[in-house]
């Protein structure tokens, strides 16, 4: 069964520091991966995403690694800001065709940056 | 910047009652989907759509619940007969149609069953 699996489940870091954020998974073999952001109670917005091809995608102080061996994906915050206080889901698109893709989710790591 | 929209951001039905939600995909998306979102769990697929009909469904996806796009533009979720455990926030997605493209998701329907 298709698993990604997030960590730490929480984490509170002090504004202007920085984090990372880990996700494994089993899908295999897969197509995508992507980070995406969810504030509470709205929809996931994309941060970034990654084949299996690519080791490094930045957006912003957003800096996504993924290791296609090991199956892992790291999520990098810099600087974090009050407003990085949300929960940041790995996702995982296995291979199919065309837009036939179903994603697994992971359950997210809720951030909570404090002043 | 192009967005999915749903309506309403939220609904509260009586347990037995039929409800529908409303997306507006990205207008030159191709592939469309459901999901849901129980409270504190995570996000979980319901149905892909492509092509005026379903391309696959999970296991949570039964008889109490259809889509359909009746006019190009509009794609919506029935419940025929809602379940206190529908409560959950649903959220629709659409994607361009090549692979490795980013899932635009809309702002989410709060659905509370009771």
């Known amino acids: 069964k298709n698993q990604v699996e997030q960590s730490p489940q929480s984490l509170i870091i002090l504004e202007g520091k920085n984090c990372t954020l880990q996700?494994?998974?089993?899908?295999?073999?897969?197509?995508?991966l992507r980070w995406y952001k969810q504030d509470t109670g709205r929809g996931p917005v994309s941060l970034t995403i990654?084949?299996?091809?690519?080791n490094t995608k930045s957006n912003g102080r957003y800096t996504a690694t993924l290791d296609a061996d090991t199956k892992q994906s790291s999520l990098h915050i810099t600087a974090s800001q009050l407003s990085d206080s949300a929960s940041y889901i790995c996702v995982v698109t296995p291979k199919g065709s065309g837009g036939y893709q179903k994603v697994t989710f992971g359950i997210g790591t809720k951030l909570q940056v404090i002043p | 910047e192009p967005e999915v929209t749903q309506t309403p951001s939220h609904q509260v039905t009586q347990m037995g009652q039929e409800v529908i939600l409303r997306c507006v995909p990205i207008s030159n998306h191709l592939y469309f989907y459901w999901y849901r979102q129980i409270l504190g769990q995570k996000v979980e697929f319901l149905v892909s759509f492509y092509n005026n009909e379903i391309s696959e469904k999970s296991e949570i996806f039964d008889d109490q619940f259809s889509v359909e796009r009746p006019d190009g533009s509009n794609f919506t979720l029935k419940i025929r007969s809602t379940k206190l455990e529908d409560s959950a926030m649903y959220f629709c997605a659409s994607l361009p149609g090549q692979l490795n493209t980013e899932a635009f998701f809309g702002q989410g329907t709060r659905l509370t069953v009771v």
């Open positions: 990654m084949t299996f091809s690519e």
């Open positions: 996700c494994n998974y089993t899908v295999s073999p897969f197509s995508n």
